[in-house]
């Protein structure tokens, strides 16, 4: 069954790019005909959808983040990616990865990133 | 941004009671809703979709219902492993997805 891991740096710093990877495992990406999607969530808070990939690398993104985000496939490494910029302490959260269009699942354990100096 | 509302923002029962937490949508979303739990520290799961579906292995003490601005989910006889957050999701092709601001659900 597919399986989902993200993985990237746990600390960025003010104004710095936060980029983050998903590992998918269990399945190939390639020709999976699947979207890809990223969501966070703030510590004690809710949950906020950023954005998906197609297998083709059609995207499509939260437009209150749209500026700041590209998320990107690697398909001979079976992952995808995530790159916001210009971050602040409000990009602070749990990030997950996750499969699918318009429901999700299986999604990433997920990855805490704190953005501080 | 199409705006999701749940009700109410925590919730107390006990083993063996119905549970029901209630989705509202800022506008029409016809059954485009989803429903995940999120147990402390772990991933949320896909419970149902398309307002009503049960997803493949999910107990059938799960259900929702609804379609256009109201929605409903309900845990027909709560038990002990059911303590999580609840949380709502619209897929309308009005981008962005939205989640509820989440239900925490606690034992009595």
């Known amino acids: 069954q597919v399986q989902l891991q993200e993985s990237g740096p746990s600390l960025v710093k003010p104004s710095q790019t936060l980029t983050l990877t998903c590992t998918v495992s269990g399945g190939s990406i390639k020709g999976s005909k699947e979207y890809w999607t990223w969501i966070r969530q703030p510590a004690g808070k809710g949950l906020e959808w950023i954005g998906r990939?197609?297998?083709?690398?059609?995207?499509n993104y939260n437009p209150s983040l749209k500026s700041r985000v590209t998320i990107s496939l690697d398909t001979s490494k079976n992952e995808f990616s995530l790159k916001l910029s210009s971050v602040t302490a409000a990009d602070t959260a749990v990030y997950y990865c996750?499969?699918?269009?318009?429901?999700?699942?299986?999604w990433g354990q997920g990855t805490l990133v704190t953005v501080s100096s | 941004d199409i705006q999701m509302t749940q009700s109410p923002s925590s919730l107390s029962a006990s083993v063996g009671d119905r549970v029901t937490i209630t989705c509202q949508a800022s506008?029409?979303?016809?059954?485009?809703l989803n429903w995940y739990q999120q147990k402390p520290g772990k991933a949320p799961k896909l419970l149902i979709y398309d307002a009503s579906n049960l997803q493949t292995g999910v107990p059938s003490r799960f259900s929702g219902s609804g379609s256009g601005t109201d929605f409903t989910f309900t845990i027909s006889s709560l038990q002990p492993e059911d303590v999580a957050t609840y949380y709502c999701?619209?897929?309308?092709?009005?981008?962005?997805?939205?989640f509820g601001q989440g239900t925490n659900l606690e034992i009595k």
């Open positions: 999701q619209h897929y309308d092709d009005l981008l962005p997805y939205t």
């Open positions: 990939i197609y297998t083709s690398g059609i995207t």
């Open positions: 506008q029409d979303i016809s059954n485009f």
């Open positions: 996750a499969r699918g269009y318009r429901e999700f699942g299986p």
